[in-house]
Structures are given as C-alpha cells and as structure tokens.
C-alpha cells in the first residue's frame, strides 16, 4: 500500500492529525487495509494455537497408547520404555524453541522435529504429518502479511480531525464523518466563525438541529 500523508511516526504512534480531504481518505483506506491484515493474522493465530492444542492432545494419547499396547520400536528393540522419555522430552524442547519461540515457521522443520517421536510409537507418524500441514498454512498465512506495511500487528490509527479548505468551502470532520460548513475561507488558518455555532447542541444528542431553549436564552 503506497502512502502518501501517513508516516512511519504516525504509524509508530497509532495517531495522525487529519487536515485535508485527501488526508482523510488515505486515512479512512489505510484503516480498511489494516483491518484486513488484521483478519489474515488472527488466521494466523488460529492455526498457531490449534498447533499447541493439537499437541496437547494427541502426545498424552500417543503415549498412553505406546505404554498399554506396546506398539513402541524401542520398547521392541529394548524390551523397556525407559528410552523413550528424553525423546519425548526433546520434542517438546525442539518444538517449544523453533517452533514457538524462534518461529521457524517452515513445515519441513516441524515434520523433522516431529519424526523424533516415530520410535517411541509408530501412531505419531501421523502427529508429524499433522504437524506438517498446520505449520504450512501458518507458513502461508504469515508469508501473505510478512511485508505488508504495521506489521505484525496491523494497529489502526486514530485521527484528530480539523477544519480544512477545499476549493474555497470549509469543511469539517465529526465522529468520522466529512461535512460541509456552509462557509467560505481562502486557508485553513482563516477559517470564520460559524454564527450558529454557539446555537448548535452536540448531534449525539439531537442531530446538530438549533435548540430552541438555547434561542430563547437570547
């Protein structure tokens, strides 16, 4: 996404002083964009905690299942599940360090950290193609977002708007909405009072209609 009025200071700071209409729409477009990645990253996140979950579940099973039916190529080669255990223990190490911490995001280390656990139980073959494919559709969904401007958070900005010029007229910004003041000025630094302005109620209220015990005050 090009830019042509936000900054990376506006982008580190989650906030930008809007002073023309063209402002405005980048403004508006630049938020959109944001939302957008936003949605990419919580695929993203979804796919990473399913990993975790996924795990949790299915090593338990696997070891259980190794234990009570023995279907374990060291317990076959050694007569005990003694063995077994620092594997178990280095899985999750390789797993927690690359995968979690280092977010080596690539379905090829996860398969190769995951064919560890093959000679404790035949069953999580299918644990490490399971984890193969999980760690390729985070893979795909961070390589979509990894360059895109705000990453890895994609925070939406917040605009303090002010009066600004456009062809004469004075406009304003109010609650994200562009509207025409009725009144006609050169700059924006020249902008002339509005003679309703103190007659006006907060539009929340009453939709910027007079109000009438205002008028009767004078």
Known sequence: MELKYITQDNIDESHINITSAEMYTEFKEYNQHMLDMQKKRWAFLRDFWALWIMNAILLPVGIMTALMWKGSLIYMASGTFMPCWPLIVFYLFLMIYFIGIRKLHSWKAGLLISAVLIPVNLSFIALAVANAVVIYLMEKEDG?????????????????????????????????????????????????????????????????MLADNDINKE
Do not use: C, T, W
Request: zero cysteines; hydrophobic letters at 30%; proline letters at 6%.
């Open 144 to 208: 979509s977002i990894r360059n895109e401007i705000g990453y890895p958070h994609f925070a939406q900005l917040v605009g303090s708007f002010k009066s600004f010029v456009k062809d004469g007229e004075v406009y304003g910004v109010e609650e994200g909405v562009v509207y025409g003041a009725g009144l006609q000025s050169e700059s924006a630094e020249q902008v002339p009072e509005d003679p309703f302005a103190k007659y006006r109620i907060n539009p929340e209220d009453d939709m910027g």
